[in-house]
């Protein structure tokens, strides 16, 4: 057999554009290379500049170069009988037809198989399966990105990778394979290595462990509590904290020689085991570089093992946690002179139920789409991989969420110790090692979605450290309030029944027919009277969906999100008149809907006492689990319908120019400090909550009052202020320009546009790009995107833009670190969590000052309770709201204390108005200037040449 591994650059992606370089490796069946065909070839016309850009070829190299039909000459006789191999492989395949069909020749029909599938569906935990990312995973030498040949040698090798791989499986996991696929080349090259398998005498000597037909690297978590390392119980007794800094100090010394105390995080150490030790809670803010999350760590270790107390650890996302999880935890066993007990704890819906998944891939037909049965494989070997069952290591594609979300753990379908895979459950294995570790590392979604589930998810703690501080209220508020999309309910009811055939509800009418019980018929008859009725029930949805659509569309006093939603308030006691249509219409949905949801409870409850089948009580379980997620949006829709309660904060957010999917019904609370207070600082005896961004002018009176803190009572409460380690002065310049045209409103005008085009434009090309430009809202980012392009035509720099190029931060990430040579324009998300250290970023520009829409429903109903208490809204709100954010997105350029840049500052208010220097003086002390915008280049070309060895102190 001969593989043949084929890449093609071409001038696009259209039927109209042209082949520009053929790359062929051919490899027999032992994979080794015995020919090679690299080739440029001649297009009808010339390349476009942004090919050009992407793969360094240009008209000079192709214009020698062979035309297409006599390449096609040489390469015919090599495919023959080959099987063909691409990364993305339906892409050059269809080049090659093309070509051929041009030429006169006849299409390429053999087998084709594409390795981006196979990485997919062997290796689930990449992070990327972007041809050059994968590569550098596999530390394969591919140094050409977007050329031919370089493209084709690293797929060859991953093609070879990807076999080796599938040969190591468990003979389980290929007769799975096979099962779950379709009837195309992959499914035949599946079947091929599993009749090679089959007819081997070799056994498996792998370390699986088999349960259920499923081989999987994970065994039984156990109840009982293990001792600690050599026995020793209390690891601290006697020892004192500055013993055991001592101790802390020369575990890093022995691991890197060079370790040199930060003074900052000294104190941070200090502040937060005082705060534990005298059971009051702490605010502190530690600037970038001081090791905040070890900040809080070690001191937190030292206490909950020393004290038996069990510390939670809260951070802003799960991404965070994995940080905690893959780089400080391990360091600190590393470090630390004890052994401790450290969990990561997610919400229950991050862990794969492991009865569901089997009751799924099991029931997948032949109407099962590629898509469905791509994940199913990705996940049974990943199960042979995974110790913790966390859809976090797994890298879904395009809708592998949706096949998630029907086999992830919940509470409502869980059949606990009743379930077969009750010892191998992930989450109850997650939820028993929480109960017994000294720290748990969880998140703030699940920190506030256990206090609405009355503290029955994470175990009884009384000591708290909440890292991203900032970000408390936000998610506060969205927990503690509501939000119901237009899918929230249709896919639901599809997952409940789709059609007559499709759905759980069709399942169990199935299931039923061969079981004895006497009701059968009663129940059939049941279901079918049920089962069309979601129809009728998906029908009055949409229609409530229509006119709130129609009501936001015809609404001109609404205001808008950062990423271009308009939104629409609506005032309990001045609902607007259209109001009563809908009302109407949800009436008729609750009234159905609640009939529905009556005769499912019944039957359901009947079916689990008179039928004994496991497998439909599984069924039964799931199908209790989704008819009360029914019923709670069933109760969601009615309480945003109604809008009566004064305390809340109703509005509709929707897409203007996309049709009613885009609809979302938001319910959340206008102030939730007095919740914050009443569930962490009144209930809990240390709560500490850190950030880098939590003081406006050194002061944290505004975070206070946002997160129900009284500050008063100094007993209680204490807050720290920790310079960041680096020196400001010498690292950052952030530059100011005078006389810049204002800018008002969420699109810039064309005299500011104007000037903020020519002006990024000269910087980036000073900068080689490697520039961040951080806007307000989308509108305006949109506006700057293509003007860019154009002014930076010819220069080999690049433009990136949020929701343009992709609307995966993470992505867009990876590729500005991968391509240097780019100007990445971001909003929202791009503010914080992004950390691009080096010199991938040396240029940081802040197109307005990060104010909140005014007029967005929340800020508003914020800033009336302000008024109405004779405050100002303005200085008490949207000034603090807006330094707080900006100093997230200072906080981009510099890293570490070898970074050095410039940040410019394009919206001048920040020295014309009276409140500017609140933002100016929360920064940590760069040095600052204005000047005319035509002196910024060489200003930035003389500070960027400045030696920089100040930057490198300690």
């Known amino acids: 057999m001969i593989y043949a591994v084929l890449d093609l650059e071409t001038t696009g992606t259209s039927t109209e554009d042209e082949i520009i370089q053929v790359g062929l490796v051919l490899m027999d069946e032992e994979f080794n290379v015995f020919q090679t065909l690299n080739s440029f070839v001649r297009p009808s016309g010339p390349i476009p500049v942004f090919i050009t850009q992407l793969t360094g070829i240009d008209d000079a190299m192709v214009a020698d170069a062979p035309e297409p039909d006599d390449l096609l000459l040489e390469m015919i006789p090599l495919l023959q009988d080959a099987v063909l191999i691409g990364h993305n492989v339906s892409f050059d395949a269809g080049f090659l037809n093309m070509a051929l069909d041009r030429a006169g020749y006849s299409p390429f029909d053999g087998r084709k198989l594409d390795t981006v599938e196979l990485l997919r569906m062997l290796y689930p935990s990449l992070s990327s399966y972007q041809l050059g990312a994968v590569s550098e995973q596999f530390g394969i030498r591919h140094d050409q990105h977007h050329r031919a040949d370089s493209d084709a040698m690293a797929t060859a090798i991953l093609f070879a990778e990807c076999v080796k791989k599938l040969r190591s499986l468990p003979l389980l996991t290929l007769q799975r394979f096979v099962m779950l696929s379709a009837d195309n080349d992959l499914g035949w090259l599946l079947r091929e290595e599993l009749a090679l398998r089959e007819a081997s005498t070799a056994l498996d000597t792998d370390s699986h462990r088999y349960f259920r037909q499923f081989a999987m690297k994970a065994g039984e978590w156990t109840e009982e509590e293990p001792p600690r390392d050599e026995g020793n119980e209390k690891p601290l007794e006697g020892v004192s904290f500055e013993d055991y800094l001592e101790q802390v100090r020369e575990g890093f010394t022995a691991l890197f020689p060079d370790y040199e105390e930060r003074e900052a995080q000294q104190t941070m150490f200090r502040e937060v085991n005082d705060a534990f030790e005298n059971n009051r809670h702490l605010l502190i803010e530690a600037g970038t570089g001081t090791g905040k999350s070890l900040g809080y760590l070690i001191p937190s270790l030292y206490f909950g093992v020393k004290n038996e107390r069990k ?136 920190l506030f979605t256990d206090i609405r589930a009355d503290h029955r998810l994470l175990p009884s703690y009384e000591y708290l450290v909440i890292d991203e501080g900032h970000q408390v209220e936000e998610v506060a508020g969205k927990h503690l309030g509501q939000q119901l999309s237009f899918y929230s309910f249709l896919n639901l009811a599809n997952r409940l029944a789709k059609d007559s055939r499709s759905g759980l509800l069709p399942q169990l009418r199935s299931h039923i027919q061969g079981e004895s019980e006497d009701e059968v018929p009663k129940w059939t008859e049941q279901l079918d009277e049920i089962i069309p009725r979601f129809g009728s029930l998906k029908d009055s949805w949409e229609t409530v969906f229509e006119q709130l659509q129609s009501l936001a569309s015809a609404s001109s006093g609404g205001g808008q999100t950062e990423t271009g939603q308009s939104v629409l308030r609506l005032k309990p006691g001045s609902l ?81 120019s996309a049709r009613t999917k885009s609809i979302q019904l938001n319910t959340v609370p206008a102030d939730v400090s007095g919740q914050i207070r009443e569930y962490f600082f009144d209930s809990k005896k240390s709560v500490v909550i850190t950030s880098a961004t939590l003081s406006v002018q050194k002061s944290f009176q505004y975070a206070a009052e946002q997160l129900g803190l009284n500050m008063a009572d100094e007993r209680r409460s204490r807050t720290v202020l920790l310079p960041s380690p680096f020196h400001y002065r010498s690292q950052a310049l952030v530059m100011i320009p005078r006389n810049f045209p204002a800018v008002k409103g969420a699109a810039a005008d064309p005299a500011y546009l104007s000037a903020l085009v020519a002006s990024l434009s000269e910087a980036a090309r000073e900068t080689g790009g490697r520039m961040l430009v951080l806007f307000t809202s989308y509108r305006m980012l949109k506006q700057v995107y293509d003007p860019l392009k154009e002014a930076l035509q010819g220069s080999g720099i690049q433009v990136l833009g949020q929701g343009l190029d992709s609307s995966n931060r993470s992505k867009l990430t990876r590729r500005f670190r991968q391509q240097p040579e780019s100007v990445l324009l971001g909003t929202s998300s791009f503010w914080e969590g992004v950390d691009i250290p080096g010199d991938a970023l040396i240029c940081l520009a802040i197109v307005r000052l990060p104010f909140q829409p005014p007029n967005h429903p929340l800020q508003e109903a914020k800033a009336e309770m302000l008024q109405e208490s004779g405050q100002n809204p303005f200085m008490k709100l949207s000034v603090p709201q807006a330094v707080i954010r900006f100093k997230q997105g200072f906080g981009r350029l510099i890293r570490t204390s070898r970074d050095k840049g410039i940040v410019l500052i394009y919206d001048t208010r920040v020295i014309e108005t009276f409140y500017g220097k609140h933002f100016l003086y929360s920064l940590p002390g760069p040095k600052i ?24 102190r300690q």
């Open 929 to 952: 200037e204005h000047m005319h915008a035509d002196q910024f280049v060489p200003r930035m070309r003389e500070w960027l040449s400045e030696d920089s060895k100040e930057a490198v």
């Open 576 to 656: 607007p008149s259209q109001w009563e249509p809908i009302q109407n219409e949800e009436g008729i949905y609750f009234k159905e809907m609640n009939r529905t949801i009556k005769v499912l409870d019944k039957m359901l409850s009947d079916m689990k006492d008179k039928l004994d089948d496991t497998a439909l009580q599984g069924m039964l379980t799931d199908l209790a689990g989704a008819v009360k997620d029914a019923g709670r949006i069933r109760d969601e829709l009615r309480v945003f319908v109604r809008a009566d309660k004064p305390e809340m904060v109703y509005w509709i957010e929707s897409n203007p």
């Open 311 to 446: 510390i939670v650890v809260s951070t802003h996302t799960i991404n965070l946690q994995e940080q905690l999880r893959q780089r400080d935890l391990p360091l600190l066993r590393q470090v630390l002179p004890f052994d401790f007990r450290a969990s990561v704890f997610k919400g229950r819906g991050n862990y794969i139920c492991l009865r569901k998944f089997e009751t799924k891939i099991q029931s997948l037909d032949f109407a099962a789409t590629a898509e469905e049965r791509q994940t199913a494989s990705q996940m049974v070997v990943w199960l042979g991989e995974t110790e913790t069952g966390d859809q976090e290591e797994i890298n879904f594609g395009n809708r592998g969420g949706e096949f998630w979300n029907t086999v992830s753990s919940d509470a409502d379908s869980c059949l606990n110790r009743a379930c077969p895979w009750f010892k191998r459950c992930f989450y109850h294995r997650a939820k028993q090692e929480a109960n017994l570790a000294d720290v748990v590392i969880t998140n703030h979604s699940l």
